[in-house]
Nanobody
Framework: QVQLVESGGGLVQAGGSLRLSCVAS????????MGWFRQVPGKEREFVAT????????LYTDSVKGRFTISRDNAKNTVFLQMNSLKPEDTAVYYC??????????????????WGQGTQVTVSS
């Protein structure tokens, strides 16, 4: 099994920045795609961003475009989410996800095989 461990969450003021990291371990392979989702209590898990194995192709949900950047370091089995200009509406538990086949719509949760435990991001107003 592939284990995904997120880190970097915390409490920040609106307008601040955080960088989330996700390290894959265990039975690792060329995870493709890698993505970030987020969820608030009582709401459905929401797609945030995704990146292909090459690191070139990226996709973002409209609400974070221009503020968030996803990237990956395949040599270290790590994916990052740089979050700038944070807003209170960004408050959520953020989950790292990894696919294995390179197929499927990368903004759908069903595309991903492995999930991290989540890291809390809280943005105060």
């Amino acid at each position: 099994q592939v284990q995904l461990v997120e880190s970097g969450g915390g409490l920040v003021q609106a307008g601040g920045s955080l960088r989330l990291s996700c390290v894959a371990s265990g039975r690792t392979f060329r995870t493709n795609p890698m993505g970030w989702f987020r969820q608030v209590p009582g709401k459905e898990r929401e797609f945030v961003a995704t990146v292909r194995w090459s690191g070139i192709g990226t996709l973002y949900t409209d609400s974070v475009k221009g503020r968030f950047t996803i990237s990956r370091d395949n040599a270290k089995n790590t994916v990052f989410l740089q979050m700038n200009s944070l807003k209170p509406e960004d408050t959520a538990v953020y989950y790292c996800a990894a696919g294995s086949s390179g197929l499927g719509n990368p903004d759908l949760s069903t595309t991903y095989d492995s999930w991290g435990q989540g890291t809390q991001v809280t943005v105060s107003s």
